[in-house]
């Protein structure tokens, strides 16, 4: 492997290009903190574009939140050590504000629903509360909130997205909706299709029209039309309000299976509005060793057969769990690769996973990773900072199910948000 010798510097180092980490280069851009970002495809890809802040507490029961900000009252009260605990809702606020601001700017709006969650469809047929939705799917909300008439539509050939499984899931809560499936144009021979090939397709105005001509003798009686997420890359807000233009009734997508045209979404906006503002990206590279020097760190990042070395006050860590491999697991538990930092974990491997699979507890092993102080920097086996400068934000926190929970996307933004400002304090006393 090539090795660049000359270390280049930055106040910061992003390590992950999940929502966590997107979100802190957002952050530190605003307020004017060079960094570099470093990390792979990202978590991002698998998201399915809703904006989960807080939506079931007790997890135990189920019990869906209408309201999320009394949601994460609740969780202050009951689970103090959750990292949203950790914050202020005024700084929650700012942080979500922050990202659908920059979201809207890049093309990708987002509508919120008077600050309380609505009700989503999910690619399984089941129903879950989120936050905050992308607005190509908002007509989706509306229809499910309604009991309107609906028809849902796939494609021949396509895995990720079935209209028979969501109809029959919901055929109780939901007598007016059928589905159909059709061919997407252009690939009447092909026997698979995927979504990210016809969502650059229908980013042209002719697979526009050529669809709305065989969805728009199926609408019948239905008052709005769900398909897949396939509207476009860039903009589809705007290719879905010409769509339903073209069929006559409002028409919404819901996300496929991952990795999904939503997440995608995110992954493009992001990545190409910061750029210009002070973020060097290192895509597709990793964290290769990391060593504490002086009053900072120097890094050795890699990827493409080049090495190079990076000098930083501080890092942040965004690496995520296991899928990410911001932790590992092996026989003898699980570990934080990077740093050798101590994770919060079950005392032994035969006590990760509850005895019930359908817990509703869940599994002991969803809430392990990095213990941080208020300031989120990881904590050592003495308890104290690891590092001065070393901060942690997103799904490898501690004391969080954020699937069970339904906070995701909410974590994420949020300690990025805090961990940023945390360093942005840190860096100037």
Request: hydrophobic share 45%; aromatic share 8%.
């Amino acid at each position: 492997m090539k090795t660049t010798t000359d270390p280049k510097e930055y106040p910061l180092v992003i390590v992950g290009t999940g929502l966590a980490g997107m979100a802190a280069a957002l952050f530190a851009a605003n307020r004017g903190i060079a960094a570099a970002q470093v990390g792979g495809a990202g978590g991002i890809l698998f998201a399915s574009g809703f904006m989960d802040l807080m939506g079931v507490h007790p997890v135990e029961r189920g019990r869906r939140l209408e309201d999320p900000w009394a949601g994460i009252d609740e969780v202050r009260r009951d689970i103090p050590e959750h990292p949203l605990a950790r914050m202020e809702n005024g700084d929650i606020r700012q942080a979500l504000e922050e990202v659908l601001v920059f979201l809207e700017a890049g093309g990708l709006p987002y509508v919120r629903f008077q600050e309380k969650n609505a009700e989503v469809i999910t690619p399984l047929g089941t129903v879950k509360p989120t936050y905050a939705v992308p607005r190509s799917m908002e007509a989706g909300v509306v229809a499910l909130r309604e009991g309107r008439p609906c028809l849902l539509v796939d494609f021949l050939g396509l895995k990720e997205f079935n209209a028979r499984l969501i109809a029959s899931a919901l055929e109780d809560r939901w007598p007016g909706l059928r589905w159909a499936r059709i061919s997407f144009p252009g690939s009447e021979r092909m026997s698979r299709v995927f979504t990210r090939h016809m969502a650059k397709a229908l980013e042209l105005r002719e697979p526009q029209e050529q669809l709305a001509e065989k969805v728009r003798p199926l609408v019948r009686d239905a008052e709005a039309v769900g398909m897949p997420a396939v509207f476009g890359i860039g903009r589809a807000h705007e290719i879905v309000s010409r769509f339903q233009q073209a069929v006559g009734v409002p028409v919404f997508e819901i996300p496929t299976l991952p990795a999904s045209v939503p997440g995608f979404r995110l992954r493009v906006t992001f990545s190409s509005h910061l750029q210009g503002r002070g973020i060097r990206p290192f895509y597709q590279t990793k964290v290769l060793q990391v060593r504490e020097e002086g009053d900072g760190f120097l890094l050795s990042i890699g990827g493409a057969g080049v090495e190079r070395l990076v000098r930083a006050r501080g890092i942040l860590l965004a690496t995520g769990r296991f899928f990410s491999q911001g932790l590992m697991a092996d026989r003898k538990g699980i570990r934080e690769p990077l740093f050798d930092l101590p994770v919060r974990q079950p005392a032994s491997r035969t006590l990760w996973h509850s005895r019930d699979l359908m817990d509703r507890r869940g599994h002991p092993v969803n809430r392990a990773g990095l213990e941080v102080d208020d300031r989120f920097r990881p904590l050592d086996r003495a308890g104290k900072p690891a590092f001065r400068r070393l901060f942690a934000a997103g799904s490898i926190l501690a004391h969080q199910d954020w699937i069970r929970m339904k906070c995701g996307s909410g974590l994420a933004i949020a300690t990025a948000y805090a961990a940023v400002k945390a360093f942005s304090e840190e860096a100037g006393s």
